[in-house]
């Protein structure tokens, strides 16, 4: 049976905005305030996906979160009207109002993590949404996230989800974006790398001091068990506290892997030569290729800057291994140059692919950020709901779609304006009829 790697794509929401919301990484930060372009945003995010979909890959889409979220001003006390509710935010607590309206699901890599049959006991893929609890904007997401993956991954005789671990700090999950996998083939039994920042329940281990290590070992342990994963293919690895405060805020914006390539910078982990010892261990006798970037090659503020490492690595029909970078990394001097030369290297990955998602990079999220990687059999994709998946047709729809509901100039002001709730809530529900999810939204209910 043949097997592939599909990749869901979020797309970008209509509140689309530059709010600053999210603590340590490097580019939300230094972009707030910013005034976005939710139309571009979604139409940048369309046409990356459209082209891995003309390359032959199997391309998803996975839908937004329900933004604004009025049910949670309500919850901390803004009461009235839906545009009392705006304005009293708006004038009272403002920040809270920009988290209400965040479209920061589009970086579809902390929706959830995500492990194949191959690597399962019960032989189903396994989705776990992310509690994001580190950061208030994004903690508010898991529910819908779960009711948008299991309208996506319905058939429970291929697919299995559990509830997101508990909204504590000390069980902080962010999903995928510190999680990938090494395998010879995408329908073998491969080695799953979990990558956290700190200990949750031991304070005398390394942690960063200046930023916040937003994965913690005991969750990536709790999603393992959920995920029937065995000790023999499975690796827990702790990313080096020193990068987590240079703006490195999760595992793939310093590391990416695919199949039986990692690639990654020196500054990376903690115990680097213990760690490969342990995966070399586990992959066993197949060729095994760890790409290593040097400081003196490429700096941890270019990488940073560039998301060098936030790009997605693909294998193509032909069999070769392609990037897919955003056009930041073409721009950097080091970081083009470390490219063009990699292509010419001894290793699988023989092609680069510049991308335009400057909508995206600003607020803090590239190419690896947009995608969740899920592993299918040919059994299990003709079980996932064919309407997300990427075609000429649906390209032509959600582009429509998009074209019809989208402002192309969104400021911070424009958040009290009562209209933005219409205008989202309506694109929203005829965006779960394109897609056929049903009544996934909390409005919708």
């Known amino acids: 049976m043949n097997h592939l790697e599909a990749n869901f794509d979020g797309l970008v929401g209509p509140t689309h905005n530059y709010a600053g919301l999210s603590f340590g990484n490097v580019a939300s930060q230094s972009n707030a305030a910013a005034i976005s372009n939710p139309k571009a945003a979604a139409l940048q995010g369309l046409a990356k996906m459209k082209a891995l979909h003309d390359m ?28 009392q509710v705006l304005d009293k935010a708006y004038r009272e ?14 970086w579809t890599a902390n929706a959830a993590t995500v492990s194949p049959s191959a690597d399962s006991a019960d032989r189903k ?35 299995a989800h559990h509830q997101h671990l508990p909204e504590h700090d000390q069980f902080g999950d962010e999903g995928a ?16 790398l979990f990558v956290y920042g700190r200990y949750g329940f031991d304070a005398s281990q390394p942690a960063p001091m200046k930023y916040p290590a937003r994965q913690t070992r005991e969750a990536s342990e709790a999603v393992a068990r959920l995920h029937q994963l065995s000790d023999a293919n499975t690796v827990y690895i702790q990313q080096n506290p020193d990068v987590i405060d240079q703006g490195v805020f999760h595992n793939d914006v310093i590391a990416v892997g695919n199949q039986n390539v ?6 990376a982990f903690l115990n680097t030569d213990a760690a ?39 294998t193509l029909p032909s069999g070769e291994m392609a990037i ?25 990955i023989k092609q680069v692919h510049y991308f335009d998602v400057k909508q995206s ?70 965006l779960t009829q394109i897609l056929k999810l049903g009544s996934v939204y909390p409005f919708q209910r």
């Open 56 to 83: 032959g890959m199997t391309q998803g889409v996975l839908a937004p979160q329900q933004r604004p979220d009025l049910n949670v001003l309500r919850r901390l006390g803004f009461s009235g009207t839906d545009a």
């Open 93 to 106: 607590a403002p920040s809270i109002l920009l988290a209400a309206y965040s479209a920061s699901s589009m």
């Open 125 to 159: 893929v396994h989705f776990t949404p992310a509690n994001l609890v580190n950061k208030f904007h994004r903690s508010i997401e898991p529910d819908v996230t779960g009711r948008i993956l299991k309208a996506t991954f319905s058939d429970s005789n291929h697919f």
């Open 177 to 192: 974006a510190n999680h990938t996998r090494l395998c010879r083939n995408y329908g073998e039994a491969g080695v799953q």
């Open 262 to 267: 990692l690639f990654y910078h020196e500054q």
């Open 276 to 314: 490969f010892a342990e995966i070399r261990s586990k992959f066993g006798d197949s060729p095994l290729h760890f790409i290593r970037v040097g400081t003196d090659q490429v700096s941890v503020l270019d990488a940073v800057k560039s998301y060098l490492f936030n790009t997605q690595i693909l």
């Open 324 to 348: 897919i970078a955003p056009t930041e990394c073409q721009e950097n001097p080091a970081v083009h140059a470390y490219l063009s030369s990699l292509v010419t290297q001894d290793t699988p």
């Open 361 to 430: 990079m600003q607020n803090g999220g590239g190419p690896a950020c947009l995608r969740l990687r899920v592993a299918l059999s040919e059994q299990e994709k003709a079980a996932v709901n064919a309407e997300s998946l990427m075609s000429e047709r649906k390209y032509a729809e959600l582009t429509q779609w998009v074209e019809k509901h989208y402002r192309d100039r969104l400021t911070a002001d424009d958040l009290r304006d009562p209209q933005m709730v219409v205008e989202s809530y309506q694109a929203l529900d005829q």
